[in-house]
Structure formats: structure tokens, C-alpha cells
């Protein structure tokens, strides 16, 4: 996972509450994702971005916002979060658009 | 079913045999990818196939692609206890720049 760290690790919050999850990578890849991984199913992508301010929505992007005001960072965010969020959440980047892309170590995320 | 399907869902064998994983898509694409994964860890990018290719081997790995079936598979040859993993394949689509869509996976257990 070098190159790429997620934050935080672990987290356990309260239906309804927001929630920030963050990526940071020190390979400046032009490419970023968010994907959620559920049990029986795979990678599932929420949001990603080409470019600095540069976003736009995936497959199950409802309830989910990115941003992305550094080649750094890309932040998602769950604005209130549900339930049917709890999930494994992973970032990561890539130099061209969907090839060989490099993941972040996850976010276990519970939403009680 | 959807895009990029594994098969089998789950492989058990010894070490040192060769293990062999199917993926299924319906679409045209791009480029066909498979990653590894290991438990409680992010996906790990092994090899990416163009769909004007039909071999590519890395190591261990060999991985074919026939456009006419729509498939691709995965060959590891003496496989290792450290091989024990889920292995995911990624199609990347003709017609989005953005968007991969991920098989649920084959689970894969090495026995010593």
C-alpha cells in the first residue's frame, strides 16, 4: 500500500451522523476512486476524479460526495449516514484512467 | 448475471498444483485486469490484458483472453500457501473511460 493511506481505519458512528472519510497519496496519480466492497459482491464505485475539483458520480454514488482540491486528496463524504452504509471502503489511484490501479488498505465503516 | 463473473467461487487446493480461475463479461471492452486480494487487505493489481491480446504471463502467472467467448482466465502454476486470496477480475468497457466493473471474485485456499 505504498503511497496511498486511508483514514481512518476503523470507524463506528451513529445513523444519521456525517462522516469524512479520507485518501491521501504521495504518487501523483491523476486518477482517484472510491469503491464499496460488500460481501457476495464486487468492487462497487461510488465516486472518482481525473483532476483537481474534477468529480463525477459512479454506480452508487446516492448519499456520497466527493472532493478534491489537491492531487493529494480526495475525501468522501457520507452526509448522513444509513445503515446500508456500513461497509469496507477503499480508495485508489491510478496513472491512466481504470488500468493498474493501486488500493489504499480500506476503511471498515459501521453505521449503528 | 453480471459483468466480469468468476468462476469457481471458491478453489481448494494443494500446494504446488496450478490453480485456474474464469471471468466472464458480456460487453466489448477495453482491457481485462485481475487483482488479488488478501484477507482484511486492499486489492493488489497482478496482470492487465488489452483485447488485442490473447497471452500475457507474469512469473507465476498466465493469463489468457478470447473475445470470441467473452472470457479470460487466470493459471497460477505451482501455487503457494502465500497464493491463498481472493483473486478479482476488472473489466475496463469500450464505451467509458471510467468505469470497471468488478466480478465478485474466486476464493482461493492453498492447503499445505
Known amino acids: 500500500d505504498a503511497g496511498i493511506t486511508q483514514s481512518p481505519r476503523h470507524k463506528v458512528t451513529e445513523t444519521g451522523t456525517p462522516v469524512t472519510l479520507r485518501c491521501h497519496q504521495t504518487?501523483?496519480?491523476?486518477?482517484m476512486y472510491w469503491y464499496r466492497q460488500d460481501p457476495g459482491h464486487g468492487l462497487r464505485l461510488i465516486h472518482y476524479s481525473y483532476g483537481v475539483k474534477d468529480t463525477d458520480k459512479g454506480e452508487v454514488s446516492d448519499g456520497y460526495s466527493v472532493s478534491r482540491s489537491k492531487t493529494e486528496d480526495f475525501l468522501l463524504t457520507l452526509e448522513s449516514a444509513t445503515s446500508s452504509q456500513t461497509s469496507v471502503y477503499f480508495c485508489?489511484?491510478?496513472?491512466?484512467?481504470?488500468?493498474?490501479?493501486?488500493f489504499g488498505s480500506g476503511t471498515q465503516l459501521s453505521v449503528l | 448475471s453480471q459483468q466480469g463473473e468468476e468462476d469457481p467461487q471458491a478453489l481448494s487446493i494443494q500446494e504446488g498444483e496450478n490453480a485456474t480461475m474464469n471471468c466472464s463479461y458480456k460487453t466489448s471492452i477495453n482491457n481485462l485486469q485481475w487483482y488479488r486480494q488478501n484477507s482484511g487487505r486492499g486489492l493488489v493489481h497482478l496482470i492487465l490484458?488489452?483485447?488485442n491480446e490473447r497471452e500475457k504471463h507474469s512469473g507465476r502467472l498466465r493469463v489468457t483472453l478470447d473475445t470470441s467467448k467473452k472470457s479470460s482466465s487466470l493459471l497460477i502454476t505451482a501455487s503457494r500457501a502465500a497464493d491463498t486470496a481472493s483473486y478479482f477480475c476488472?473489466?475496463?468497457?469500450?464505451?467509458?473511460?471510467?468505469?470497471?466493473?468488478w466480478g465478485a471474485g474466486t476464493k482461493l485456499i492453498i492447503k499445505p
Open positions: 476488472a473489466t475496463g468497457l469500450m464505451d467509458s473511460n471510467y468505469q470497471l466493473i
Open positions: 485508489a489511484i491510478s496513472e491512466r484512467a481504470n488500468e493498474k490501479l493501486f
Open positions: 490484458i488489452r483485447s
Open positions: 504518487e501523483n496519480h491523476r486518477y
